[in-house]
Nanobody, 115 residues
Framework: QVQLVESGGGLVQPGGSLRLSCTASNDIISTTGVGWYRQAPEKRRELVARLSSGNNPIYGDSVKGRFTISIDKTRNTGYLQMNNLKPEDTAVYYC?????????WGQGTQVTVSS
């Protein structure tokens, strides 16, 4: 069973930055890629960004130009750099990876943007 462990969430003021990390228990991120999703209260989970092996990154419209997804293959870790954060970015952020054995999710990390 693949485990994804997230870190890096917290409370930040509008305009601030955070970097989320997602470390896998095997090489799934290094070989297939990683996605980041978020879910705000009473809203559906939505795609924030995805970086698949061999492909260009994909970003949700609301985060384009502010967020950057990346992967460190040596650490089996995916990152989400979030800049110019807005109150509407407040949500629980989940990382996601999949391979031929299934789809896997992290436990989620809370990001709160508030003054």
């Amino acid at each position: 069973q693949v485990q994804l462990v997230e870190s890096g969430g917290g409370l930040v003021q509008p305009g601030g930055s955070l970097r989320l990390s997602c470390t896998a228990s095997n090489d799934i991120i290094s070989t297939t890629g990683v996605g980041w999703y978020r879910q705000a209260p009473e809203k559906r989970r939505e795609l924030v960004a995805r970086l698949s092996s061999g492909n260009n990154p994909i970003y949700g419209d609301s985060v384009k130009g502010r967020f950057t997804i990346s992967i460190d293959k040596t650490r089996n870790t995916g990152y989400l750099q979030m800049n110019n954060l807005k109150p509407e970015d407040t949500a629980v952020y989940y990382c996601n990876a999949f391979d031929r054995t299934g789809m896997f999710w992290g436990q989620g990390t809370q990001v709160t943007v508030s003054s």
